[in-house]
Nanobody, 113 residues
Framework: VQLQASGGGLVQPGGSLRLSCTASGFTWRTYNYAWFRQAPGKEREGVSCMTSGSRMTMYADAMKGRFNISRGDAKNTVFLQMTSLKPEDTAVYYC???????WGQGTQVTVSS
């Protein structure tokens, strides 16, 4: 039972990245999923979440209009499409299945010129 996050990297301000979180070992369609991030010296904060059945999505205010969470059912994957990236988006991004209290290992996103 695990979540595997990937897709981080170095990007210039204004650029885009797509993070992926692949689930394995459980019936992933029945659960909600979320993305969190943690910048150096700061607490972990919520970025976005998506419910299983209704596919309702929510975003932190700082991410609205720039980030999009989606699911790829065929690939057991949750995506986080990030656009118009800013230096303050630099952090380690974690995917999470809240009901299972299951976390991915984190993927580093660095926004810098």
């Amino acid at each position: 039972v695990q979540l595997q996050a990937s897709g981080g990297g170095l990007v210039q301000p204004g650029g885009s990245l797509r993070l992926s979180c692949t689930a394995s070992g459980f019936t992933w369609r029945t659960y909600n999923y979320a993305w969190f991030r943690q910048a150096p010296g700061k607490e972990r904060e919520g970025v976005s979440c998506m419910t299983s059945g209704s596919r309702m999505t929510m975003y932190a205010d700082a991410m609205k209009g720039r980030f999009n969470i989606s699911r790829g059912d065929a690939k057991n994957t949750v995506f986080l499409q990030m656009t118009s990236l800013k230096p303050e988006d630099t952090a380690v991004y974690y995917c999470n299945a809240p009901t299972l209290n299951l976390w991915g290992q984190g993927t580093q996103v660095t926004v810098s010129s």
